[in-house]
């Protein structure tokens, strides 16, 4: 991106509210607000100069002040079977991954919140890397139209969001928030709440705050049933630990038919007893809960390995006698390393 741009305001970081705001500063009605907002998540377009239905004068005006940031896409890797893979460079040089899973009925976008990651969870090749930065409203939206883009090739929609790429999403809360308010414009991209799922290590505060201000899906990544392991394998659990966790989980204000998604990554010889399997389903029962078991995705670069199948069954029939729903996830896009914590992007400067 040219210097220009990076001092103008970006409209993709605006929610209607602020652009509203920005718009009547120069004088402009309400409404503009609303046809910027159609040009940009309906009609996706790449600058100021397309939004026809604006004056000539006020584009120009606009272009001073403003401007619409643009992710670039430097790679597409596909897996045998056909996840895709985006590698996203942004303004500073950073890159960030997002992954496109295509299933019969429904085509899910996971998408990055941070470049890198702060919690540092063992088992994940993004937290391996450090932090770099959090990404801006603009950057977490751009990902959902560019990759639409690239599905408009293939005549199909983007039908679920899952924030369960690069960085904990809670801990870039603000940015979030408001990305998920412009996600959700019925004039723009129309994602509804029940198609976006965001996904936490257990920021505990941030729960209950995102519980109380919008109607989504949670999703929590467990990994443990005892806080001494679950403290060796994902560092947050030494500040909010499992009972602390679940507590904020169950004050959750749930309507009658959703349910808190509970990951669960099967590490072998870890997290993967039937002694675990037992006290999940104490720790979870009091709870509405549904169980992803998610078999590790091996990588060069963790010390962990995936357990056998038939443990693996036999762990999820503990859960499935008790009763609880539970479903093993079918690996995706593991040949490119596009699976669930295998994303690495790129932290820094690219030269
Ligand atoms: S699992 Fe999520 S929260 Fe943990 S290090 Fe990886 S990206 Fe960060």
Not at 141 to 170: C, T, W, Y
């Amino acid at each position: 991106m040219t210097e220009s741009i990076q001092q103008k305001c970006n409209l993709k970081d605006l929610t209607r509210t602020e652009l509203v705001a920005m718009l009547a500063g120069m004088g402009k009605e309400r409404f503009r607000a609303d046809q910027i907002i159609t040009w940009l998540y309906r009609h996706r377009v790449k600058n100021i100069g397309e939004m026809t239905n604006l004056s000539r004068f006020f584009r120009q005006q606009l272009n001073e002040v403003a401007a619409i940031e643009l992710l670039e896409c430097r790679a597409i890797e596909i897996a045998a079977d056909g996840t895709e893979k985006f590698l996203f460079q942004l303004f500073d040089g950073s890159c960030i991954e997002s992954v496109l899973i295509p299933e019969q009925k429904r085509l899910t976008l996971c998408i990055s919140t941070q470049v890198g990651c702060r919690q540092g969870c063992r088992f994940c090749v993004t937290g391996q890397q450090g932090f770099n930065r959090n990404l801006k409203v603009g950057e977490i939206v751009d990902q959902v139209i560019q990759v639409q883009k690239h599905a408009d090739r293939l005549q199909r929609r983007i039908s679920n969001i899952v924030f369960m790429g690069m960085g904990e999403p809670l801990d870039n809360f603000a940015a979030l928030v408001k990305a998920i308010e412009i996600l959700k414009y019925d004039d723009g991209l129309d994602f509804s709440s029940r198609r976006i799922t965001v996904s936490t290590c257990g920021l505990v505060p941030q729960i209950g705050e995102l519980g109380a201000m919008v109607d989504i899906s949670l999703a929590i990544s467990l990994n443990a049933t005892d806080d001494e392991t679950r403290s060796r394998l994902m560092p947050i659990n030494r500040r909010y630990n499992l009972k602390t966790l679940l507590t904020a989980c169950q004050q959750l204000p749930l309507k009658r038919s959703s349910r808190i998604t509970f990951e669960y990554i099967l590490l072998k010889d870890i997290n993967d007893s039937l002694d675990d399997a037992s006290r999940l389903v104490r720790l979870l029962k009091p709870l509405k809960s549904k169980i992803n078991l998610i078999p590790f995705n091996e990588h060069p670069d963790l010390p962990f390995y995936r357990p056998s199948k038939e443990r693996i069954s036999a762990f999820q029939a503990v859960l499935l006698d008790s009763g609880l729903t539970s479903i093993i996830r079918k690996s995706k896009g593991a040949d490119i390393s596009a699976a669930c914590g295998q994303l690495r992007g790129k932290v820094g400067r690219s030269n």
